[in-house]
């Protein structure tokens, strides 16, 4: 069975600050992906990347970056420089590769409260 | 280009009720997914559609159903609501045979069940 864990249930930091968002996964399949998305008050989960299995190459976006090791089974986010504007839940996901390459049903982790103070 | 839309955007229901659900997925996009997300807690897995057939289910009683059309459009029916059904539902559309494809959610529908 596929798990993800999020063990940072709440973080706080002030404007400016670098802040890491950690995530650890569980899976028995070889190929997957794992993704990181944003959750607003208003409710709408906002895709922020996708990582295949087969690609541990970190990726930088802006103020964003994602740390991926296979070794660790870990896919941490940082955020640079926070701004009041990334505060959210943010939450990791996980899901199987089907044969045709297609994502299947994710499984997500409960998701880390993140407050930016000004 | 159309994110995935759904409706109602929020709505109260009586305990025994029966409620319908829409979504309307991201343009070129043909595969929908339902999640029911509880307060604090991250969205859990209904059910997949693709080709108007359901293709994955998770871990939810019969009570809960769905249906794709020919648009590629879904509901989600949720019959004799219990209390603990109170939830945010999000639906989730991606691509069949995508590279790697990418899942985007819709803002969900706010259900309370009084």
């Known amino acids: 069975a596929q798990k993800v864990t999020q063990a940072q249930t709440e973080i706080s930091v002030v404007e400016k600050e670098d802040v890491t968002l950690d995530c650890v996964y569980e899976?028995?399949?070889?190929?997957?992906?794992l993704f990181w998305y944003k959750q607003p008050p208003s409710g709408e989960l906002v895709f922020l990347i996708r990582?295949?299995?087969?690609?541990?190459q970190n990726e930088i976006s802006g103020r964003y970056s994602w740390n991926f090791q296979k070794s660790t089974s870990s896919f941490n986010f940082t955020i640079t420089a926070s701004q009041v504007v990334d505060s959210a839940v943010y939450f990791c996901?996980?899901?199987?590769?089907?044969?045709?390459?297609?994502?299947?049903?994710?499984?997500f982790g409960s998701g880390t409260q993140l407050t930016v103070l000004p | 280009d159309a994110g995935v839309t759904q409706s109602p955007t929020h709505l109260i229901k009586t305990r025994g009720q029966q409620v319908t659900l829409r979504c309307s997925p991201k343009?070129?996009?043909?595969?929908v997914s339902w999640y029911q997300q509880a307060l604090g807690q991250g969205p859990q897995f209904i059910f997949q559609?693709?080709?108007?057939?359901?293709?994955q289910r998770g871990n939810f009683p019969d009570r809960f159903s769905g249906h794709q059309f020919p648009n590629y459009s879904s509901e989600l029916n949720v019959n004799a609501l219990l209390l603990g059904d109170s939830a945010l539902y999000l639906c989730?559309?991606?691509?069949?045979?995508?590279?790697?494809?990418?899942?985007?959610f819709g803002e969900g529908s706010w259900l309370t069940v009084v």
């Open positions: 989730a559309s991606s691509l069949e045979g995508g590279s790697g494809n990418t899942i985007y």
């Open positions: 899976t028995r399949d070889t190929t997957y992906y």
């Open positions: 990582r295949n299995s087969f690609d541990e």
């Open positions: 996901a996980l899901s199987e590769e089907a044969s045709s390459g297609s994502a299947r049903q994710l499984t």
């Open positions: 343009s070129g996009h043909d595969t």
């Open positions: 559609y693709y080709e108007e057939e359901e293709r």
